[in-house]
């Protein structure tokens, strides 16, 4: 079968946006991550830092998950909230990027869950168990102060894991939800990158 789409959700500071990007370029396949909070950004009007509030914002209430996950679809959307709407919008993004392109590589935004059902997905997760090199990691390529880098890491950690765990009904770093887990900390980027490239060349 061939490999169409790499869904790669990461740990902050595990370098999973550097890898997706060097993906991209060994193979010439598309990488969106940033790029789909542009395009809902730019299709409905809504400011990408809006976007960015109303993701960190999502309720991990009963009903927000139930209508969020199973009825994006549903014939009354009104009754969703704008957190449910931004959810909405950018898996519908991520289903046109898709239908537009035969392969891709999607960083984040439960990419996996717009592409469920369709043939050819790997769903990966990346992770570092070196605290000392995600720490550098984001102080030096995220710019963070040194002293505020733990506290940067919990945050985003934490906005990633309940975005997912409400919107995909599953718990965010559970290897089940993934075909593959890579831990990096003893790999650098491009080794990473390498190896996930190979899934573009399979047939």
Known sequence: MKHR?????REYGAGGTEIARLISKKTGVS???????????KKHGISIEDIERYEESAKSSLFYSIFAVQQV???KPDMLDKEGHIFIAEQNIIEQLADSHSQAVFIGHCASEALAGREGVIKVFIRCSDEAKKKKRITDVYHIAPEHAEA?????????????????GHSWKDSENYDICIDDAHLSPEECASMLSTF???E
């Open 5 to 9: 789409y790499l869904t790669i959700e």
């Open 31 to 41: 990488c969106y991550g940033r790029e789909i909070l542009e395009l809902v950004s």
């Open 73 to 75: 679809y549903s014939t």
């Open 152 to 168: 940067e890491r919990r945050f985003y950690d934490r906005k990633r894991a309940n975005y997912y765990n409400i919107n995909t």
């Open 200 to 202: 573009f060349n399979e």
